[in-house]
């Protein structure tokens, strides 16, 4: 085996020349500190010690990852609170509907017809005359006023549609299974459909109604006020 190479001796600065040992003689007798430092033993001067390097702290942009975990769990969490409040909301506007519908009297919606055919054509006063002393051509009269009236009403609050399409006097066919709440035989009427008619009417079915709203406190017993004409 080779020897190891030997060490060079690490080179030593040149001595300082004769002014700048004066010069740190000068240093030395003014400056206490710097002399005690120099009396010291080798052994106890210390090097400052080299500062320590600064941690390199990285920044990582959380809040977006956050979010994007947080976002969806709370989005459903809303999602549902949302869909519950509605649900509440339904049934209590159900029960709300059944109270109301409890409260009403069963005949309150044809007294509130009877009262407007009243208040437009003088329904109930036309039906509740006795007419069987006037002459015809009073009675037509009477007639025309009541039918204008009556016509203006049905017409505002109702939309009315023939049953069936065909032109009266038509023959029509009733096949098997048809609707017998659509439709009123008369005559000779034998057997089993299918039947073969004349249209004698076409029928009325109602595809809307609008009567107005009445207002709580109205009395819907009250078809038509008595009137008082004042002096």
Avoid: N
């Amino acid at each position: 085996m080779s020897a190891a190479p030997a060490l060079e001796p690490a080179l030593e600065p040149p001595p300082p020349g004769f002014f700048a040992r004066l010069a740190l003689a000068f240093r030395v007798l003014m400056d206490a500190m710097l002399a005690r430092r120099l009396l010291l033993p080798a052994t106890t001067l210390t090097l400052p010690a080299a500062p320590a390097p600064e941690p390199v702290i990285k920044t990582v942009e959380v809040e977006k990852i956050v979010e994007k975990i947080v976002e969806k769990p709370v989005e459903k969490i809303v999602e549902k609170v949302v869909e519950k409040i509605v649900e509440k909301i339904v049934e209590v506007e159900k029960v709300v509907e059944k109270i109301v519908d409890q409260t009403r009297p069963p005949d309150e919606g044809a007294l509130h017809l009877l009262s407007i055919l009243q208040r437009d054509g003088r329904f109930v006063d036309f039906l509740k005359e006795d007419i069987s002393g006037f002459k015809d051509a009073d009675v037509g009269a009477a007639a025309r006023l009541v039918h204008q009236g009556c016509k203006k009403a049905i017409d505002t609050y109702f939309t009315l549609t023939p049953v069936r399409s065909e032109e009266e006097g038509q023959t029509i066919t009733l096949a098997v299974g048809f609707d017998k709440h659509e439709v009123s035989l008369s005559g000779d009427v034998k057997g089993e459909p299918p039947y073969r008619g004349t249209l004698a009417h076409g029928g009325w079915r109602a595809t809307a109604v609008k009567l107005p709203e009445r207002p709580a406190f109205v009395d819907g017993r009250i078809v038509a006020p008595a009137e008082i004409e004042l002096r």
